[in-house]
């Protein structure tokens, strides 16, 4: 009995001292800081996945209160993917766009299907690109030099740009021609 008595007077003397309140000071010290970490993890998450600057406020918010809470809400309702990625995904999807464009090439006058190394539409002979004065390979037309040869694209071919979509020769054949 005396001894229990002695076990009860040492505990409520320990949760007197100091010592108790330093270690319960502590932990409500780590405890906020816990607090103020997650809310701030949340915030920066927002930022990487949210684009309104409303919305990573109000996610911002619900980081702070209710605490452990609010980011665990947020943790359910975030947007699937970073915005970097996204972007990055629509400019793949772009990219993979423009090329079957490229791909589907047709002749402006015959819409026949046409490469992009032709210099002429093989089906109506209209003429597609201007060929390198040194190389022979074929220009686009915003070229200033050819890339293959480095010869400056005569500054003349440039101004010619109605004639690039004239037909070489006329589509005529007399029975002689054979
Ligand atoms: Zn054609
Ligand atoms: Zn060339």
């Known amino acids: 009995m005396f001894l229990a008595a ?7 003397d320990f949760f007197e001292t100091s010592t108790w309140s330093v270690i319960r000071n502590l932990a409500l010290f780590f405890v906020v800081v816990f607090w103020l970490a997650t809310a701030y993890w949340v915030l920066k998450d927002a930022r990487r996945r949210i684009d309104d600057p409303w919305l990573v406020a109000m996610a911002a918010v619900l980081g702070l209160v209710p605490p452990f809470l609010g980011p665990i809400v947020y943790l359910f309702f975030r947007p699937p ?8 995904r629509e400019l793949e999807i772009r990219a993979i766009e423009e090329r079957l464009a490229e ?8 819409r026949g299907h046409v490469d ?28 200033q030099a050819c890339p293959y040869c480095a010869t400056p694209v005569p500054a003349v071919s440039l101004g010619a740009g109605d004639e690039v979509l004239q037909p070489l ?4 054949r007399t029975a002689g021609d054979r």
């Open 169 to 172: 020769r006329p589509r005529r």
């Open 103 to 110: 791909a589907d090439l047709r002749c402006p006058v015959c």
């Open 6 to 12: 002695a076990a009860d007077d040492s505990l409520t």
């Open 81 to 88: 993917e970073y915005i970097e990625d996204r972007r990055e």
């Open 116 to 143: 992009a190394s032709y210099l002429v539409c093989p089906v109506c002979t209209t003429r597609l690109k201007q060929a390198c004065v040194e190389c022979g390979s074929p220009l686009e037309s915003i070229w």
